[in-house]
């Protein structure tokens, strides 16, 4: 396989090339140090919720994972809290069962508050951020167990993965 | 000691009583819940750093806490971000070494992205709430080791327990 140098397009094509197989969350931490180091943006991912069952002198020698009940990344943009969660699939369709009953009322009860709240989806070596209110909409209006690939592509913001930037997706929130 | 029963101002000495050695983290929660119930705000403690060292069959067989790098509570109030803590101290005065260097840096960066940032502290068994502008403005302009109660009572808006609301502090907040 050939990339000609000097051609825009090709150039994103190598770059989606070597991205494959790239782990979400980490393309997502680098944009969130981009934000941080230029000042954008304030957004983390949550801690792990552990269940701590014995310590002994601060030392924790029994514990277990709790299941999340809320979405995996939160922060600050432009004064907005934001939220949001990162989702793959392997099909050529997201699953409702990859979002819990739970993470549906929570991504509800932010949007009723005002906040932002949205998943990156990574489907088809592609990168898409489709906002809460959309996937509410598709729940609400479909009897399908998953959200199909054309309805990802048709509602959501495409996202590119930037060396620099990580996958840049702050800059199509509406704040 | 006795509480004579027709009078507004000696019934909120009756809760205060009853109120000594009362739980912070735990009367913020309830205000937590009462926000979340009655649809007024959608924050959250925290789950509890810790740092995963070995696993086995997804069960956690040794881990142990992470320093806190952030603040105890996040959420989101009428669209806006909230990030705060709590400090009880049984002094006088509420000593910095409480406010850890990055938990400052926090608060600063907060601010300066528009969010709204501050500390619940339970002095001499009051509550206040003191924004981080008043927190850094202190450290900026003093060379002491500790916010004394006086700083605290000119600069805070003083919160008042209630056995429906907890420790009810939202509507303190300029949003």
């Known amino acids: 396989m050939k990339y000609p140098s000097n051609s825009k397009k090709n150039y994103n094509k190598i770059i989606e090339y070597s991205n494959r197989g790239m782990n979400l969350e980490k393309i997502i931490n680098e944009a969130n ?15 792990t919720p552990v269940q701590i069952v014995k310590t002994n002198n601060n030392k924790i020698t029994e514990s277990f994972y709790k299941e999340k009940s809320t979405l995996d990344f939160v922060g600050l943009y432009k004064g907005r809290y934001i939220e949001f969660d990162a989702k ?7 699953p409702l069962s990859n979002i819990k009953d739970h993470q549906l009322l929570h991504i509800k009860k932010i949007i009723e508050h ?6 990156i989806i990574h489907i088809n070596k592609e990168y898409y951020l489709l906002n809460g209110e959309k996937i509410i909409d598709f729940i609400n209006n479909n009897d399908r167990k998953s959200i199909p690939y054309d309805y990802i592509k048709e509602n959501s913001k495409k996202l590119n993965y930037n060396y620099i930037k990580g996958l840049d997706y702050i800059k199509y929130l509406e704040v």
Do not use: H, M, R
């Open 33 to 47: 140090k981009y934000y941080l180091d230029n000042n954008i943006a304030l957004i983390y991912k949550k801690p």
């Open 88 to 94: 793959e699939t392997k099909q050529n369709y997201l």
């Open 114 to 119: 005002n906040g932002i709240s949205f998943i």
